[in-house]
């Protein structure tokens, strides 16, 4: 928006837009082992660009591996510890803990894992676009080892 029209804006019904948590929607795609819930999307709030919501991870427990196609992800750690694999055989693993950050690019096989087994892992998701991909690998055959990655 050009400078001079940005005073014409009805930043009232189209400036910030606030979304409680109890506001938050399990209707988005279903991953083995995570409870997702979509805060911002496009057809939930208008969102342009990106996708914003949660997951919780019960203790002592770890998702299907999936990918989200060629969106990009950033996971925050809000509570908990996660270690995440990833690969084509999640043959790699790290570990981040309340306050770290995951970036996960297009197309990577992953699955995050909850560390604890007394305490539930809840993270912060935002998406590089306005819906939820979801492409679940239930025949992804993984290694017994994955290589640490620092």
């Known amino acids: 928006m050009p400078d ?3 005073r014409k804006a009805d930043w009232r019904n189209k ?3 606030r979304v409680r948590g109890a506001e938050k929607s399990n209707d988005t795609p279903e991953t083995l082992g995570m409870n997702r819930e979509v805060a911002i999307s496009g057809s939930r709030t208008g969102s342009t660009s990106l996708w914003a919501g949660t997951n919780r991870i019960r203790p ?13 992800s950033v996971i925050y750690i809000i509570s908990g510890t996660a270690h995440m694999r990833w690969g084509d055989r999640l043959e790699f693993i790290t570990e981040a803990k309340a306050g770290d950050f995951f ?3 297009p197309y990577v096989p992953h699955q995050e894992i909850n560390a604890s087994a007394t305490e539930e ?3 912060a998701l935002v ?8 492409v679940n ?7 017994a080892e994955p290589e640490w990655v620092d």
């Open 60 to 72: 002592n427990s770890r998702t299907g591996a999936h990918h989200h196609g060629a969106l990009e």
């Open 4 to 6: 001079g029209d940005v």
């Open 15 to 17: 400036g910030i837009r």
């Open 127 to 134: 998406r590089s676009d306005t819906e939820e991909v979801v």
């Open 137 to 143: 690998l239930p025949e992804l055959d993984a290694v």
């Open 103 to 105: 970036l996960v690019p």
């Open 121 to 123: 892992l809840h993270c």
